[in-house]
């Protein structure tokens, strides 16, 4: 990506404060651009104007909303380039690992833009007195939704949140990290090309403190996506609002192997699964349950596996590990690897920072002999970097995999699918992927994704994540067939039939 094209996206952000905000291209070092940044008053102006852009957006109702978003699905693939050099410019991954964001998103929007409707259309329910009442169910926009997103994986992360808000007829004020503006700002022009109004969907950036919290005070419900401890943070914000919110957090994601699988297969599989953005990715796979009986197998095909990754900067299919995105991501992974090292963690791959490729590089790790003393032995690393465990037997792997304050994704491998669902049906997790690591559940853009304990609170995805951004509405009429009681002597001549109805409608198993 070119600094001209970050120049010219950079201006449909809603950004008028003289601060900047110096973004660095993690594949170089340098500069990429100087990123304006919002003020609160931006946050004000841009929800006011996707509130005003929001009522005529709602009223024209759910086939007009499909086609545009039908459309913008179509406008991604086709400027897939911009995408992908976006994506990678900003966030150091490969051009595989981008691509898979650019084929998330659009599954995200085709399918809220076709499942919107048979979703949110609403209809009639069961009435508490059969004739003598009739009820239907219907469902209003939140408003303006405020979506806060990380850097990690700038364009799918928000498109699973925003596509459904604006399927669901709301308008949307965006708080996008600086290392994921350009990337979030190449999507929506597809989305204003495609018919979406401009005011529809603000972007602001800058400090999460302000700016971030602005976009909680101002909104009618709002979507987080990133760290347990600013989720934290936000969720309490929310509530002091009385307003709804789901809160995608971190993880520390278990792979269960067990000792029924092919272990060349299960080493390339799980390489895949941990290092995918370079451990950069909330649902990739830190730690590593492996069965005794397949051990000495597995773990020297993994080693190996690891070891044979291509490590690059190239804007083409050639590479499979990038790089890490920021200074910070580098420290805080070569904390986790040097502090696990001088407490006695073996490494069997990798372990080291290569600023030979590019500043922020660091080699896929794996580590054995990993302690609870060790920071990387709870703790997100959030990085290249993996626990292997050898258990022995298949209840000790649940246990360990169980074993944990995060419950966002698991995974298991297995040479028996059935095998492999039975031991997924016991894992505390939000999604669980059967001989895969995360792909399998987090493209099934039908089934909702999030997390459980300290991983988060709602779901997105799936007839659940397009449901968070609307309001019920029950509205049920007296029919006039029957007058309910309304006086004492009125109530004991209708109690007996009463008494009778509750009893003949358990009797036919009526809901
Ligand atoms: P982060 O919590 O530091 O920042 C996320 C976003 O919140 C950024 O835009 C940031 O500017 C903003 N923010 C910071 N403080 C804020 C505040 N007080 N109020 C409102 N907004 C604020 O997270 P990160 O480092 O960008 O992302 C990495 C973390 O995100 C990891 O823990 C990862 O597991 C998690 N994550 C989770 C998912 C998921 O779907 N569950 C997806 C991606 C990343």
């Not at 508490?128 to 408003?143: A, F, H, N, Q």
């Not at 349950?289 to 291509?310: H, M, N, T």
């Not at 037997?393 to 995974?411: H, K, R």
Request: glycine share 10%.
């Amino acid at each position: 990506m070119q600094r001209a094209d970050a120049g010219e996206l950079v201006r449909d952000l809603t950004a008028t404060s003289a601060d900047t905000a110096r973004v660095i291209a993690p594949f170089t070092g340098d500069v990429l651009h100087e990123l304006p940044l919002s003020s609160a008053q931006d946050v004000a102006d841009a929800t006011a104007a996707a509130r005003v852009a929001q009522r005529s957006w709602w009223a024209a109702g759910f086939a007009h909303r499909r086609a545009v978003l039908l459309k913008a699905h179509d406008l991604m693939l086709e400027r897939r380039e911009l995408l992908l050099d976006a994506v990678q410019t900003e966030t150091g991954k490969t051009r595989g690992q981008a691509f898979e964001e650019v084929f998330n998103s659009a599954g995200a929007t085709r399918y809220n833009a076709l499942a919107a409707r048979r979703v949110l259309s609403g209809g009639a329910r069961r009435a508490g007195i059969p004739l003598v009442l009739r009820t239907r169910v219907g469902y209003t926009p939140k408003g303006v939704v405020g979506v806060i997103t990380p850097w990690n994986y700038p364009l799918s992360l928000a498109i699973m949140d925003i596509a459904p808000a604006l399927a669901a007829g709301n308008g949307v004020v965006q708080k996008a990290d600086n290392q994921g503006a350009l990337s979030i700002l190449a999507a929506r022009r597809a989305f204003i090309d495609a018919g979406v109004p401009a005011a529809l969907w603000g972007v602001v950036a800058g400090d999460g403190d302000t700016i971030g919290n602005a976009v909680v005070d101002a909104g009618d419900y709002v979507c987080f996506t990133g760290s347990t401890a600013t989720g934290r943070k936000v969720a309490q914000r929310a509530a002091g609002r009385l307003i709804g919110a789901s809160m995608e957090l971190g993880g520390k994601n278990p792979m269960i192997v067990l000792d029924d699988v092919d272990p060349v297969k299960a080493a390339a599989d799980a390489a895949y699964a941990c290092f995918s953005a370079a451990g950069q990715l909330c649902v990739s796979m830190e730690r590593i349950y492996v069965l005794r009986g397949v051990a000495d197998r597995f773990i020297p095909a993994f080693a190996e596996r690891v070891k044979s990754l291509k490590l690059g900067s190239a804007f083409d299919y050639t590479t499979d590990v990038g790089s890490l995105a920021t200074a910070a991501q580098l420290a805080r992974v070569t904390a986790h690897i040097d502090d696990a090292v001088g407490k006695g963690a073996t490494v069997l791959a990798g372990g080291r920072a290569r600023p030979d490729l590019g500043p922020y590089f660091v080699e896929p790790t794996v580590l054995t002999d990993v302690t609870s003393q060790m920071q990387c032995f709870a703790g997100e690393t959030f990085g290249p970097l993996v626990a292997v465990t050898v258990v022995d037997s298949e209840d000790a792997a649940i246990d360990a995999a169980n074993a944990s304050d995060f419950g966002l994704n698991a995974s298991v491998l297995s040479g028996s699918l059935s095998r492999g669902r039975r031991v997924a049906a016991r894992l505390h997790a939000g999604s669980v992927n059967v001989n895969e690591g995360y792909r399998a559940t987090f493209s099934s853009v039908d089934a909702p994704m999030g997390g459980v304990k300290q991983s988060g609170v709602g779901r997105r995805n799936g007839p659940e994540g397009l449901l968070r951004f609307v309001e019920s509405r029950t509205i049920a009429e007296a029919t006039g067939l029957l007058q309910l009681p309304r006086t004492g002597a009125e109530f004991a001549k209708l109690v007996p039939a009463m008494l009778l109805l509750l009893r003949i409608l358990k009797a036919v198993r009526r809901r």
